[in-house]
């Protein structure tokens, strides 16, 4: 699934290209939104919300996307070829100069702009967020804080506690945290881990490349993250591969048994 930072990326360079510009075209190809046309729309603005992203028009309604596991936003010039099938195309918004297009985006609704809230007010506060201020981290921090003896990994996953952390970041996180990500919450400085979510989010915001090491290059962006059975980039440890959560909530994690060890407590690692 995206990150946070993939979907903010996506709502600003849709914004740059869009914004202000009338559709000619503004066709949406989901079941349940494929009698609505938005042509002659003139597009407000383009914004995400942790990992939602909303076209704002000029009718005072909102087109809501979420990319799920496989949804992407692709911006094309008039005629160029797109990079996906047209089959798997769930929107198409035209401008004069820019085509807009969403394939695989299984979540859509189409609704007024003041009820945008209905679909993210559920959220923590959006690690994204251009007006993030003190407030905030003290509400994620509060909110991680309230499940002490919850897998850190797994709440880093719940949206509900701070918006935008896939299974990318908690992997990375848990690892310049120095703990294995089934650690109890209780375990670990609530503060540090809300700061720390911020800054790597930020870091890559404006970029589609996602580095926690501080490096860009292929093959060394990551430090444990899709590196089961290769060595550890501090320590030289074999990095583990492991499934944390059950069912539908399973995700494949990663970590350093050297630089990650299981604290004095005694974490439970999977089988």
């Known amino acids: 699934m995206p990150e946070g930072d993939t979907v903010y990326l996506a709502a600003k360079r849709m914004a740059a290209a869009l914004s202000g510009q009338r559709l000619t075209r503004g066709e949406l190809r989901h079941p349940r939104l494929a009698e609505h046309d938005l042509s002659g729309r003139a597009v407000l603005g383009v914004h995400s919300v942790g990992k939602h992203l909303f076209t704002r028009f000029d009718d005072q309604r909102s087109l809501h996307t979420h990319f799920r596991m496989d949804g992407s936003w692709h911006l094309y010039r008039p005629g160029q070829r797109w990079r996906r099938p047209?089959?798997?195309?769930?929107?198409?918004?035209?401008?004069?100069?820019?085509?807009?297009?969403?394939?695989?985006?299984?979540?859509?609704?189409?609704?007024?702009?003041?009820?945008?809230?209905?679909?993210?007010?559920?959220?923590?506060?959006?690690?994204?967020?251009?007006?993030?201020?003190?407030?905030?981290?003290?509400?994620?921090?509060?909110?991680?804080?309230?499940?002490?003896?919850?897998?850190?990994?797994?709440?880093?996953?719940?949206?509900?506690?701070?918006?935008?952390?896939?299974?990318?970041?908690?992997?990375?996180?848990?690892?310049?945290?120095?703990?294995?990500?089934?650690?109890?919450?209780?375990?670990?400085?609530?503060?540090?881990?809300?700061?720390?979510?911020?800054?790597?989010?930020?870091?890559?915001?404006?970029?589609?490349?996602?580095?926690?090491?501080?490096?860009?290059?292929?093959?060394s962006q990551h430090w444990v993250y899709e590196r089961g059975g290769r060595p550890c980039r501090r320590c030289g440890e074999r990095v583990t591969h492991a499934v944390q959560g059950a069912d539908v909530y399973a995700r494949n994690t990663y970590y350093c048994p050297r630089c990650q060890p299981d604290p004095p407590s005694g974490a439970v690692r999977p089988e």
Not at 171 to 185: D, K, S
Not at 210 to 218: C, D, F, I, N, R
Request: hydrophobic share 45%; with cysteine; glycine share 8%.
């Open 86 to 219: 047209n089959h798997q195309a769930r929107a198409v918004l035209t401008t004069q100069d820019r085509v807009a297009v969403g394939f695989l985006l299984h979540d859509m609704a189409l609704l007024a702009t003041q009820d945008e809230h209905r679909l993210v007010g559920h959220l923590g506060p959006d690690l994204l967020n251009p007006d993030w201020d003190d407030n905030d981290a003290a509400t994620a921090a509060h909110r991680l804080r309230g499940q002490p003896g919850a897998e850190l990994g797994l709440t880093l996953l719940d949206q509900r506690i701070m918006a935008g952390i896939g299974n990318l970041y908690k992997t990375e996180m848990c690892f310049l945290l120095g703990v294995p990500p089934w650690v109890p919450v209780r375990d670990v400085d609530a503060d540090a881990v809300v700061a720390l979510a911020r800054r790597l989010l930020l870091a890559n915001a404006d970029r589609p490349e996602q580095s926690t090491t501080g490096e860009l290059a292929p093959g």
